[in-house]
């Protein structure tokens, strides 16, 4: 057998251990793509548990002070699992309300002032701590980790151009109907078997 041979033959087996690996890679992508569908739906915020006391007390706020009312909505719909905690700002707030800040300013007052919410400042926004007593996300007495919460950042916030910002790098990802070619070499065009015409 020539040097020659000896060569091809020590190639072809470092491609069939490569594409053996690939291959277990491109297995491992597709459980944890599978456990991800699995797993999308529940999500922070997905659901949260309030009591019947809770909802007689929801009700009485929504006829006190309506505004108040619906802020603490937004915060409830967005507060993080573990914490029941959400940051985010009163110009966003008013956004997504369609009210002033200061309508925002004197609802989280009452909020704060009734202790449906601890406010905990944050820069020029606030973190809302949702009172576990009235609702909360995960189980009961969990709230351990006030300041971790989730952001929530509108657009209204944001520098002018920020829309016109280049996409960021991403990571090549292998999907179920591709291949990696691992050689240069030139590949022969594909046979109409292999087509998905549909």
């Not at 009312?69 to 959400?86: D, K, P």
Request: a positive charge; one cysteine or more; charged letters at 25%.
């Amino acid at each position: 057998m020539t040097s020659d041979n000896k060569k091809i033959q020590t190639l072809e087996a470092q491609l069939t251990h490569t594409r053996a690996l690939l291959s277990h890679t491109v297995d491992t992508l597709q459980e944890e793509r599978r456990l991800a569908a699995a797993t999308k739906n529940r999500v922070t915020g997905g659901y949260y548990m309030m009591s019947r006391a809770a909802e007689k007390n929801l009700r009485a706020l929504q006829k006190e002070n309506s505004n108040a009312s619906l802020v603490f909505s937004i915060i409830r719909e967005n507060m993080q699992i573990g914490t029941n905690a959400v940051t985010i700002s009163n110009e966003a707030l008013a956004k997504i309300l369609g009210v002033s800040k200061r309508t925002v300013v004197r609802a989280t007052k009452h909020l704060k002032e009734k202790q449906y919410v601890q406010v905990i400042k944050i820069g020029t926004s606030n973190t809302y701590v949702v009172n576990e007593q009235v609702a909360f996300a995960g189980s009961a007495g969990q709230r351990k980790a006030v300041f971790s919460a989730t952001v929530v950042a509108h657009e209204c916030e944001q520098d002018e151009g920020w829309d016109k910002i280049k996409k960021l790098k991403a990571v090549p990802v292998i999907y179920d109907d591709e291949r990696v070619i691992l050689t240069n070499d030139e590949l022969p065009p594909p046979d109409q078997k292999d087509l998905d015409l549909n």
